[in-house]
T-cell receptor, first 113, second 112 residues
Framework: KAGVTQTPRYLIKTRGQQVTLSCSPI?????VSWYQQTPGQGLQFLFE???????NKGNFPGRFSGRQFSNSRSEMNVSTLELGDSALYLC????????????FGPGTRLTVT | QKEVEQNSGPLSVPEGAIASLNCTYS??????FFWYRQYSGKSPELIMS????GDKEDGRFTAQLNKASQYVSLLIRDSQPSDSATYLC????????????FGGGTRLMVKP
């Protein structure tokens, strides 16, 4: 099976702009979770989507949003970018059943200048 | 107190030795525990999952869980230089879907 794919892999944006990141989960997986990884805060949970519904949300401001499509692909959006949003954004795919095992994509490296 | 705590390391072990990585968690309703390996510049890779008290072995890896002590560990036998990476402990809480809470990671260095 193909793994989790994320696009784009690298992105440079300016403060105040917005950005959309995309994630395609492993075929057959219905749950997609998003995480932010920074050197200072480590890996932090953003939100999880399951069957097009947000199932859980982490402690991030409303500038961070996401959605999931009927084919389980997911996008996350960050509006009004701040310098502190520079991070590696990781998408994790899970079957969505009770296994809870999640498999990460390669990530999108976002740099905000 | 952080929800999931790990010693940041680096933990240095000689090639062929056993590496022991530890993790403690604070939420008593945690139900699923995972170890991820992350090489520098790469994304985390799932290497072990454990759900009940005791030991779980997979090749050179053994995960140990003690829910009473809120403690989970990972043993790597016959450590190889290719095991040098950051090891992340992740915990899932009951009723939280697939939300994982990660520790800060332990950097392991295996010296030839």
């Amino acid at each position: 099976k193909a793994g989790v794919t994320q696009t784009p892999r690298y992105l440079i944006k300016t403060r105040g702009q917005q950005v959309t990141l995309s994630c395609s989960p492993i075929s057959g997986h219905r749950s997609v979770s998003w995480y932010q990884q920074t050197p200072g805060q480590g890996l932090q949970f953003l939100f999880e989507y399951f069957s097009e519904t947000q199932r859980n949300k982490g402690n991030f401001p409303g500038r961070f949003s996401g959605r999931q499509f009927s084919n389980s692909r997911s996008e996350m959006n960050v509006s009004t970018l701040e310098l502190g949003d520079s991070a590696l954004y990781l998408c994790a795919s899970s079957p969505g059943d009770l296994s809870w095992q999640q498999y990460f994509g390669p990530g999108t490296r976002l740099t905000v200048t | 107190q952080k929800e999931v705590e790990q010693n940041s390391g680096p933990l240095s072990v000689p090639e062929g030795a056993i590496a022991s990585l530890n993790c403690t968690y604070s939420d008593r309703v945690s139900q699923s525990f995972f170890w991820y390996r992350q090489y520098s510049g790469k994304s985390p890779e799932l290497i072990m999952s454990i759900y009940s008290n005791g030991d779980k072995e997979d090749g050179r890896f053994t995960a140990q869980l003690n829910k009473a002590s809120q403690y989970v560990s990972l043993l790597i036998r016959d450590s190889q230089p290719s095991d040098s990476a950051t090891y992340l402990c992740a915990v899932n809480r009951a009723g939280a879907g697939n939300m994982l809470t990660f520790g800060g990671g332990t950097r392991l260095m295996v010296k030839p």
